[in-house]
């Protein structure tokens, strides 16, 4: 009986399928999961019975939004180090348990570690994005659309909360549509964390014994550059946390977290190419 051959999308089913039960998956996905659960009970307790004058826009009250309490403090912290988890690990368990050779033997290293890529890059989107985008739409049942009000408690027309508003990434899509502009923020938001996974799937292909060492490239490139763009007097504000901010203000620039974002995928997918022509063994 010859044994079953996978391509490359069936390499990035077959991986899919099994990086989702996961029990580092699964963990993460309850994580956020419940960090959304506290932002949104939070919320419903601390407007329960205000008249519809006196509450925030339904999209103000979400989890990444920069003013959404302790909930949304404590994600952003945790994020470096949750997001190389889900996912990120997957290939370093492969290697350990020699489940990499018994892979290769059914495709071919070249689909298997792209294949792999792939996988890491999508439950590491869907880990991330799908509990946020569940929040958008239990804020639009549980909320009154028509609310108005703003977290730095100043009217929609007041000229403070306009260039306010002006200092947002995307501003024209917020001013446009405060609900795409959700929307379309996580969606950016699981691919940057799909692209931080397979960072970590990159390092992972060189031999490191320890998996708690795959948790720090993440971790030390979202801390570092804070660091890098003070040192280096850039014109833009290079803190992670402003970008992951929803609402974040200040010197902020798309083209400096594209270009980065652009960077270390094109850089992890190198390394990956590289290694996959080497032995896996080693």
Known sequence: MTEKKYGFISMVRYQCAVQIR????????????????MNFVTNVFSFWGKDVMEMYHPMKLLLLGSDSGAAGFYFLQCYPILVSIPAGFSFWKDRMSGEVVLQVARTNK?????????????????????PLLTEIALNCLAFPLHATGDTVGESVYDPYYIETVKQYMFSGLYIWSPYAYAIAFVLLFGMISGVLGVLTMAVSTFSIRFRVIL???????????GHVGKLLHLPFDTEYFLYLGMYSGGRLSAAAM????????LGSVGVIHVRAKEDLLR
Request: aromatic share 24%; proline share 2%; with cysteine.
């Open 22 to 37: 996961r029990k580092e998956t699964v963990i993460v996905f309850y994580v956020v999961s419940l960090f959304v659960f």
């Open 110 to 130: 070249k689909d298997y570690f792209f294949g792999k890529a792939a996988a890491v890059f999508l439950v590491s989107f869907c880990v991330f994005a799908l």
């Open 215 to 225: 948790l720090m490239p993440a971790y030390f490139l979202l801390y570092g550059t």
């Open 258 to 265: 594209f270009g980065l974002m652009a960077v270390l995928l």
